[in-house]
Nanobody, 119 residues
Framework: QVQLVESGGGLVQAGGSLTLSCVVS???????????MGWYRQTPGKQRDLVAR???????FYDEAVRGRFTISVDLRNDTTYLQMNSLKPEDTAVYYC??????????WGKGTLVTVSS
């Protein structure tokens, strides 16, 4: 059973920075049909939205709302993915979820970490 554990969430003032980490319990590259590591976020009553994604080939996508402020990175040696978040805004407040995305197969999810940005 693949497990993803996020950390690094917390309370920060607007304009501040946080770095989220996500450790995968097994070798990322050994997972069948591995496609990408991603970060999603969700606020109460809303759907879970993609924030950033890095594919196994290194292609990176950012949601328009975070482009230029957030940076995703994947350390395959340590099976860890990061989300560096700068210039945080109150609207970035959400539970952030790490995802291991597989092609034509189930996505593995972490349990989430709460980020709260105060104005």
């Amino acid at each position: 059973q693949v497990q993803l554990v996020e950390s690094g969430g917390g309370l920060v003032q607007a304009g501040g920075s946080l770095t989220l980490s996500c450790v995968v319990s097994t070798s990322i590259v050994s997972i069948d049909n591995f496609y990408a590591m991603g970060w999603y976020r969700q606020t109460p009553g809303k759907q879970r939205d993609l924030v950033a994604r890095q594919t196994s080939e290194g292609r990176i996508f950012y949601d328009e709302a975070v482009r230029g402020r957030f940076t995703i990175s994947v350390d395959l040696r340590n099976d860890t993915t990061y989300l560096q978040m700068n210039s945080l805004k109150p609207e970035d407040t959400a539970v952030y979820y790490c995802a291991l995305i597989r092609q034509y197969d189930t996505t593995y999810w972490g349990k989430g970490t709460l980020v709260t940005v105060s104005s």
